[in-house]
Each structure stands twice: as structure tokens, then as C-alpha cells.
DNA sequence: TATTAGCAGTCAGGCAAGGTGAGTGCTAAG
DNA sequence: CTTAGCACTCACCTTGCCTGACTGCTAATA
């Protein structure tokens, strides 16, 4: 129903909206967009858009503003993703090439991508998903405290502590029996996938004599808890702060806002459910960010952009920013592309490097 | 030159101040509490008052409001710490007694401190500093890549990545090498304070033949580098969210203040300027936080409060909250200390039994 | 049929005037 | 030292008015 011009003119108002925060009306349009047609043509352009509401008047005498409808319309047909900045691009590589380990490196991706965006960034720890076991370490912290350590193959080290019950007689941990503990664990796992360690470990005690098997099926419950553990969803973020300068974008307080964001589990899944095709940027608009549980109709006034990167081990995960409907879609997503892609090549890097 | 009643009308102008959010008169004073004296004999009370800078009035005709001079006053001469409810008491012991291990207690701990207080909660991670080494790691990733993992008796892990140049000839890092370099840094290192270890770690390498030196001497480097590494004074915080909603507290926008919490360093600077007695708690009011670089002024209409607790192995940390100057004092006082009590037995526990 | 000009109607937001009330400082008396 | 009384100030609210930016509609035009 809506005409070339009509979706030209959607475009416009959408552009002109995210930079003014005001209301666009049709003299607006016609003044600063070379139509080559009226106003009132302009008007009945946008009476058809409003139809298939796509816009919306604040209130009766004032100019339309994109619903979010519209932005979706926006984002799916109207917007090229127009590449960085040669500057910008340096930024990148100089900013993350200096990163030590994988915490540093997304630590530095967040802070990256929110000055980049000038919203809140959001990057997903990669999940241990295909990673391998590198390696296992058992500790012994005191005489009845033990510490276990796992190292995958995509650099990621998960550490618990084990308090394990005095048995008859007392447990005894000496170094000898770890040294051997330790040897069989990881020749027994070393390079197994973390979805099949589970699984392994379960049998694992029962190779050991009965007066160690207690001790020692306490230890493989503990580090089967690790391989599963829902830590490999944490998110790092960054640029909060930029919430509160946007903050005239909410209609009410930042505090839902700010509040579901603390509440990492709703961005988990919210990340979860987004589909990302080959190397592109997924977004999810307002309401669509809907039903991931009680806080998130916090974020009925902001729109998440999603990109994925592969880590080394070919685990995938996400990253993205968070802002408020009304953002500079083309740029972030811009920003979030090249963070992401560069990110793959840096991480994928090391994998090579790694595997020659 | 302020009276005794002088000062207990400070005390009630803060009290209602505080909870009400707005400037209190003489009228309503009398009112509210049992002076036994005439709103006349209040105003001229607050007259002296306001001499000595304690109090202010926003405007010519309205009620009075502390001045940051006079919550110190307050805080220091005022107020009495009321101890918690038992209930209170039974939820932080019930939520930090399931924690799992450092990172946990933290997040923890924070998670509970700002529900407490309604404010931002911050706790900084135990400095090394009397910390020793309980174990080192080294672990093979790849021909060329090692990573070293650091565990302290404190609970602490730290790992490091490191690219170990091509020689000649090319390093040869058998297992049966890393082995004996896995014993001799744990014969040599185990045990030491972390203090001493960078010491101990120069010398390291000259005690290998010369073609593996270069090797150790890398390796000794990497571990050096954790031991001062600036991380141990990450810090962790939650309920960010509250500034949000005590956002009118603030004159401006909240956004300063999100951008100097982001910036940790001017916390960590300011944690580490505060001195607190035993078991005490130390407040730091409105331009009080000035002066802690660039972006400290964010905090000139917060207060902070800090107490410390202790790790196993005696070293020391900081934790409290941060709000807007306009908080109940007493209240987040005893919060704090309260926590940071808990949190010096829980972790102090540990050591015990790991003692025993 | 698509476009345009013109016109009447709507309504948020800004501005000024006036009233209200909370709160003060001062003074003189108890 | 305390108190009552009084004049004064000033933020804040309400009301009314005006302006300007829009719109929707209609009738003329290409």
C-alpha cells in the first residue's frame, strides 16, 4: 500500500527524528529533502503511513514519529550499514590488538564498541559449546579443601573450590595420590569435548580403589558441574553511562532500564533468540524484546543490536549494543559489524597460529 | 558556638531531610518533634546553624538543608550506628553462606549490599599484598603459547597467555620439561609472599642451562607481571540501578556520576585514601571525593562509604556504598559494617579450618 | 489519477499576572 | 534566653491568553 516516495519519505522522517528528537512535520521534509513535490503531497504520503502504522503523531498538531513498526521497516529495507571510518577502523586494531588474554580482550570490545556507538556494549563470553579440554588441575588448598582448575583450548579458565567431608579414615591428600590423580584425569579427558566430558567423568571414580573413590567421585562431580556451568554465559558491558545521556529517550525513568540490564539473564536469552545470518547484524525493536521473562518490558523503549563471533574452537557467541529506540541504527550497526568481524579474525588468528 | 539543641536540630534536620527530600522550617521542627520550645528559639538555633555553614536554605524563603559540612558533622558526631534486624542478619547469612568461591562472595556480597542500602554497592578485590603463592601452573596451549596460572592462598587465580619467540633451535617445550620447570617454581616460590616473589622470580632462570634460560626467563617475566598485576584491585559492584532511582537527588544528570563509577580507578583511589578504624566504617561526603583525577567531580553530590575486611592471609579490602550525599547514614552505615563483619569471619573461617 | 494550494481547526508550549502559603528575620516584651 | 507577633520574601500553582507548528480536508489543476 505504500508507495516508493511513501517509504523514501519514512526514511527521512526516521533519519530526521534520530537527529532532532523531535517530531518531523511535512514542511520539515519538503525543506530540508529535495522531494521535488509538496508539502501536502508529503501529508498524504504520510497519512498512509500512519494507516499502516508506521507512524505515529504524538499528538494531534504535531509532527510523526516512527513507530516501531517503522523502525523495523527502517532497518529491514531503508538502511545500508555505510562502512567505518579508515579512523575508526585503526581504532579497532590498535585498541583490541593490545588485549593479554580473553577477559582483557572483551573487556577492551565493550569499551570499544560503546565509544564507537555511544551506547551501552554488550559482548556474550564465548560458549564452551565445541571447546575442548586443554587441561585439568587439582590443588590441594588444605587438608580437607581442594581447588580444581579447567583450561579449555579456547583460553578460558573456570577455578572451584571443593570442601571435601571428612571421610574414615580422613581423606588423605597427598601429594602423590594428586600427582597420579592428576595424570589420569587428564590423559582420561585431556581434548575431550566439554559436551561429552560430562558423560566421562561420571564413570570416572570407579576406576579408582574403593577407600579413594568417594574422594575422588567428589572431585568429578565437581568438575562436571564446571563443564556445565552457566558461567560461560556471563556478559561483559560497557558505557551504562551513556544510558543517562540518552535518558530524554525514555518516557519515563532509566531505572527499568538500568535495571534489567543488571538482570543479565534476560540479555542472554534475548541474545539467544536472535538470528544471526553470515556476518550480519541482527536487531530487535522494542516491543520485540518482549517476554524474556519479568524486567525485561524494561527494555520496551530500546532496541538491541546482535552480531556473532566465533572464537577459537569454533564456539560462537555474541555481541552487540543497547540503546534506545531511537538510535543512529545505520552507524551502530556499522560499528557492531566491524567490532565483530574483526574480533573473529583476532581470535581465529591465535587459533591458527595455535594449530600450524 | 552551636548549642547542644543546636546540634540536635542539626540531627532532626538531616533525619527529615533525608527522609522526606525537602527543605525543613522551624514549624514543621516543633512539630514533628518534642523541643519544648517555640519555632522562634528553632529559627534562631538554625541562624547559628547556618553561620557555621552546616545548613543552608535553597532559597530565601524555605526550609533549610544540610550542607556536605553538615552531614560530617553528622556522621561523625550524630549519629549512632543501629544494628541490623535479625532478619537482616539472617539474609546475609543465608545469601553469602552458598557462595562457591572468591568471584562468587563478591558478586554476592555486592548483590545483598545494595539491597540493603537501596544504593550502589561496591567491594574491591583482596589486594595481594600479604598473600602468598600456593601454586603455580604451566600449561602448554600450543608449539609456541604457554599460559601460567597463578593461585594464591588467598583463593585468587590468575592466569596469562604468553607467545614464546621462535629460537634457536626452536624452544622444545616436552612435557617432561614443563614438568621440572612446574616443580622447581613451586619448590622455589611456594610459599612466598607475593611481596617477595618478583624478587626471588629475576634470579630464577640462571639456575637452568643456558639454552633453556631465555625460555624461563620468559616465562618468570610472565609470572612476575601477575604478581604486581594492577588487577588485584578490580573492583565489583551492583545496583547501579539505584542511582537511577534516586536520580533527583542529583542537580544535573546522573550521568558523571555513572561515567566516575565506570571509571574505577577514581574509586579505587578513593577507597584506598580512606582510613578506617577497627571494625569502623569511613564516610566520605560531596567534595570530600574531589581530587581523584579527572572525573572525580562526578561524585561531588555522592557520599561513600567504606569499611574493610580482611581475606585469608590478612590481606585487606574495601567495601561500601556509594549514594547521593541525601542518604540515611545510619542506616547504610550499619549495612556496611555489617557485611564487611560477616564477610572478614566467613573468608577468615575458611582460613581457620584450612589452618586446622 | 496524482498533485497542489488554500483554509480552518487543533493543541502543546511559552509567557504573564495573580494568589497562596511556607518560612524567614527582626523586634520588643516576658 | 525565650517567645509572640509582624512584615517580608519568594517558590510554586493556577488561570488565561497567545503563538506557531502541524494537520486534514476540499476544491482546483496538470
Known sequence: MVSDRGLEVLRVIVQDYVASREPVGSKTIVERHSF?????TIRNDMAQLEEEELIAAPHTSSGRVPTDKGYRVFVDQ??????????QRQAI??????????DDVLSRTTRLLSQLTNQVALAQYPSFGSARIRHIEVVAL?????MTVLITDTGRVDQRLLEVQGGHPPIDMDDQFLNELRTRLNAELGGTALADAAERLRSFASTFPPERAPFVAAIAGCLAEQVVANRQDRLVMAGTANLARTESDFSGSIYPVLEAIEEQVILIKLFGEMEIDADGVSVSIGHENQGFGPGAQGLSETSVLASGYTASGGSMARLGVLGPTRMDYSNNMAAVRAVARYLTRLLSANEKHEEQ
Chains 1, 2 share one sequence.
Do not use: I, K, Y
Not at 521535488?36 to 501536502?40: C, Q, R, T, W
Not at 531503508?78 to 579512523?87: D, G, K, N, Q
Not at 586494531?93 to 580473553?102: I, N, R
Open 78 to 87: 531503508l538502511t545500508e550499514v555505510r562502512p567505518l571510518t579508515s579512523a
Open 142 to 146: 588444605g587438608p580437607s579443601r581442594v
Open 36 to 40: 521535488g513535490v509538496s508539502a501536502a
Open 93 to 102: 586494531e590498535t585498541f583490541l590488538g593490545q588485549a593479554v588474554d580473553l
